[in-house]
Structures are given as C-alpha cells and as structure tokens.
C-alpha cells in the first residue's frame, strides 16, 4: 500500500512551490494543505510544534525546516 504523501504549505511561499513543483517533476502525487485555509492541517501541525512552511508528510513522517531538501526528499520517496 502507498505512503500518503502531504504537503502543508501557505501562500506566496517560494520554498513551497519549489518543493511542489519538485514533486511534480517527478511524477510523485500528493496532497496539498493550505495552513491558511485548512485549520484542521493547521492545527495538525501547531499540534507537532512546527512554526514553518512547507512541511511534507509521507505517511506518519513529517520532514521540515533545514531538513527538508531534495536529499531527504530522494530518500525519503525513494527517487533518484
């Protein structure tokens, strides 16, 4: 069974589209969340802590912050 894959991202936010345009590119599918606009998401990830943007979810892991670039992408989903 696949991973859910999530990304919870705001508007106007560069390494958002970077990191979405990067899933795309790879022809990975996901969920995008609006935290301005879903207040569940966003109470989903006020409830781990996390105060940044994108944060990506694949299935119960949540990458942000300087962690999350296209290594620990890579990594993570298995792309090369």
């Not at 508007?11 to 990975?28: F, M, N």
């Not at 943007?53 to 299935?59: A, C, I, K």
């Amino acid at each position: 069974m696949a991973r859910k894959i999530i990304v919870y991202s705001t508007p106007l936010c560069a390494p958002c589209e970077q990191l979405k345009g990067y899933l795309r590119a790879h022809d990975v599918e996901f969920e995008a969340k609006d935290l301005m606009m879903d207040e569940e998401a966003a109470a989903f990830i006020e409830s781990h802590n996390i105060r940044s943007s994108p944060v990506l979810q694949v299935g119960e892991q949540l990458i942000f912050g300087p962690e999350l670039g296209p290594e620990k992408v890579d990594e993570v989903l298995g792309l090369e």
